[in-house]
Nanobody
Framework: QVQLVESGGGSVQTGGSLKLSCTAS????????MGWFRQVPGKEREFVAG????????TYADSVKGRFTISRDNTKNTLYLQMENLNPEDTAVYFC?????????????????WGQGTQVTVSS
């Protein structure tokens, strides 16, 4: 059974940084494209970033491009999201997700496995 566990969320002020991690239990982590999504109450889950199986290809939502960096360490079964220059609009629960697609992108339907989420709160 695949499990994804996020960590690294917390509260920061505008302009601050956070690094999220997602540890995966799947035996062949490098067989899955991975992604980060976020959600605020009352809104749909929003794509943040995606990364290919090897890590060589990444894609970002326009709202985070240039501020967030997705990466992965296949030797540690871990996905990361480095977030810089945070603003209150980034406040959300952040989820990592696993996909059987080689290079998944924004549709949530491309992702089969989901973590429980970690809260990120940015205050002004």
């Amino acid at each position: 059974q695949v499990q994804l566990v996020e960590s690294g969320g917390g509260s920061v002020q505008t302009g601050g940084s956070l690094k999220l991690s997602c540890t995966a239990s799947m035996l062949r982590f490098n067989a899955y494209g991975m992604g980060w999504f976020r959600q605020v109450p009352g809104k749909e889950r929003e794509f943040v970033a995606g990364i290919s199986r090897s890590g060589g290809s990444t894609t970002y939502a326009d709202s985070v491009k240039g501020r967030f960096t997705i990466s992965r360490d296949n030797t540690k079964n871990t996905l990361y999201l480095q977030m810089e220059n945070l603003n209150p609009e980034d406040t959300a629960v952040y989820f990592c997700a696993g996909s059987v697609f080689a290079s998944p992108s924004y549709p949530a339907s491309q992702y089969k496995y989901w973590g429980q989420g970690t809260q990120v709160t940015v205050s002004s």
